[in-house]
């Protein structure tokens, strides 16, 4: 058995070890025995800060947002782009990951039952900073019908939901927006639509039909303008037949299997933690790499020096826009 010593730095507030795919396999395995530690041979790091440039052991990069993997400071990365390099980079949608496989699970059995008698379409959002389109798309839409909001943006019914799976399921669509358009950048967001049992409206990733089947859903992206989407959803609330239609097709295409996704990134997890811990390195840490790595590092301290400046700077702009 494999002493694996490992830590995690740099994830978002209230990251859970029990939620981590990686924790969760090395912990099922036979084959090892994981150590948390603070002189770890393994660092798992996400996109909050910068503490993994501490480290100097191998390092495996994953982002649950918009991010390349930056291969220059990791060894291993793990996100959303559709890359290939070699043993290095593995493409995980979120649906694998411990915290979503409810959803997962609840999207794969959404079945057909009297959507007719939901009210028309939902709107959970709380992130005022995403791209302007989920609003000004909110906006429009709701010329046509009233659109209940749960979340903090734009919020309509008075109260902020709790349960978004049990809210939207009252609603025959939801619109399911990204925060950013980006090529394989697919969240939670289309499958918790889809795990409500109705008709997601989509904007998001250009190859999101890769995943997804085409026929369960409405991605505006497919059509030539947001007044064309929305005829088009006109037509889909007003006709019950093609409504129904779109609830009885498969989430998924038939192509893309969750199950051979999960056998390979183990085959991806096992080649990081059974290989010699120098065989494991893929940075070199010398020459341009090193001076790399020491710039980042630098550039971290100068910016957590100059936070308390920002700070007040901040705290003048808005003191001065609210003395107009």
């Keep these: 058995m494999k002493t694996i010593k490992i830590n995690y730095v740099d994830f978002w507030p209230n990251f859970k070890l029990e939620e981590d795919f990686i924790y969760e396999l090395l912990m099922n395995s036979p084959d090892y025995e994981v150590e948390i530690s603070d002189n770890p041979d393994y660092i798992v790091y996400s996109c909050f800060g910068y503490e993994h440039l501490k480290y100097d052991c191998i390092r495996i990069f994953f982002t649950g947002e918009e991010l390349c993997p930056d291969f220059n400071i990791c060894d291993y990365g793990i996100g959303f782009e559709y890359l290939s390099l070699d043993d290095r980079y593995f493409r995980l949608p979120l649906m694998y990951i411990p915290r979503y496989r409810k959803d997962y699970n609840l999207m794969m059995e959404r079945l057909y039952c009297g959507q007719e008698t939901r009210e028309f379409c939902s709107f959970v959002y709380s992130n005022p900073k995403a791209n302007p389109i ?9 010329k046509y019908k009233q659109i209940a ?10 109260t902020l939901v709790q ?25 939670e967001k289309l499958m918790q639509s889809f795990s409500a049992g109705g008709v997601p409206i989509y904007w998001g990733d250009p190859y999101v039909n890769r995943m997804f089947n085409s026929r369960a859903y409405i991605n505006i992206s497919d059509f030539k303008s947001t007044e064309d989407a929305i005829e088009y ?3 889909i609330d007003q006709d019950d037949e093609a409504y129904k239609a779109m609830l009885q097709e498969a989430p998924l295409n038939d192509s893309y299997n969750l199950e051979n996704v999960r056998r390979q990134f183990e085959i991806y997890l096992r080649n990081i933690f059974d290989q010699d811990l120098k065989e494991a390195r893929r940075t070199t840490r010398e020459m341009f790499n090193k ?11 100068i910016y957590q020096m100059t936070a308390p400046i920002r700070k007040i700077t901040c705290c003048v702009k808005t003191v001065c826009k609210t003395d107009k």
């Excluded at 989920?134 to 709701?142: A, G, H, P, Q």
């Excluded at 909001?149 to 008075?158: F, H």
């Excluded at 001076?291 to 550039?299: F, M, P």
């Design 149 to 158: 909001s749960g979340g903090k943006v734009l919020n309509n019914i008075g």
């Design 134 to 142: 989920r609003i000004d798309f909110f906006t429009e839409l709701s």
């Design 291 to 301: 001076r790399y790595v020491d710039g980042t590092r630098s550039k971290e301290k």
């Design 233 to 235: 959803i006109k037509q």
């Design 163 to 187: 349960d978004k799976q049990k809210f939207e399921a009252k609603y025959k669509f939801s619109i399911a927006f990204e925060n950013v358009r980006h090529r394989g950048y697919i969240t």
